[in-house]
């Protein structure tokens, strides 16, 4: 027979303890706030795999990528549907890259952070409209001084023409590797990359400029970060992101989140900033293509976002034990 040392046999035993005990706590964790068909917040966020659900008394913070919805989704904290299962929690808000230190009450809200993404291109077409038409001390192009007596194709034309300027300058003005002074930005929204540099920069502004990101290790940067998000919402989904916080903040949805319902939310009013509502598919080829010129990083940051955002929800589906509402659900 093998003869097995004392000490060894000590050490897989507890090593198999430990295991054992780990798992058994895994399942305690959710267990134990299991009532009605539906995860109970714990005092402390319960250890979940995304999407996890919020402590209590969290602290939680907006990494706020301009354009993405974020402002209608801190509406409805705010005023709207998610005040109530909000509850007494701390939000901290505002336009500043990930890495910059917010102020955290409570328990701290880097555990606790929400993101917003967009689809690159009408993401950057809207960057560009609120340069025009809701921001102060702004040089941005513009063959119009928001003349109410145009109609809205007349507009629109102007608009396009003075976006292509605008798109040519960032594409022909980013090319060198210094940074890219505050002014040569319009003093508004640098497009460039926008979402990569918001998840991967260390500086206080990321809206204004960058160098630019000339290989993937931004992305990967970015990527690993947003993967780390506590809440992850895309704005195509706008609605079944809603209901994915209400999921994260409660542990169930309301009846107008399931797939099939015919209850819709409450209408809660957009946050437009002024901007008219532009179809990005109306759009040239030409105009795409300058587009996806700066937005290379972005594209792929949105795709791997995009995956993580359904696996999250199919997660999220499988614990509540139905279907959530999306755009393609047929009631």
Known sequence: RTFIPQEVMAKHMRQLLFLYCSASAAFVDVSKHQFAGHLEPSPDAIELPHPKLAARHASMRQVHIPKTGFTSIANSIRHGILKECFGERHMVTGESCLYL???CPGLGCETHQMLMMREPRPQVFSLYLECVYDRRNVTVPSYHTLDANLSLSQQFKLDVM???EWLDHFNSSWQSNEDVPK????????PGDIATRYLSEKKSACHYSKKRLRSNADYEVAKLNMRQM??????EEFNLSRCMLMYQLQGHVSEYCKCGSSDEPPEEKAALHGIPRYDVNDLDEGTLKKIAELTQQDNKLYRSTVNEFWTRIHTAEDRLGFELKHSRCVA
Not at 230 to 235: A, K
């Open 101 to 103: 230190p917010p102020e």
């Open 162 to 164: 003075a976006f292509n």
């Open 183 to 190: 002014s040569a930005s319009f003093n508004c929204y640098h």
């Open 230 to 235: 506590f809440f992850i919402g895309l704005t």
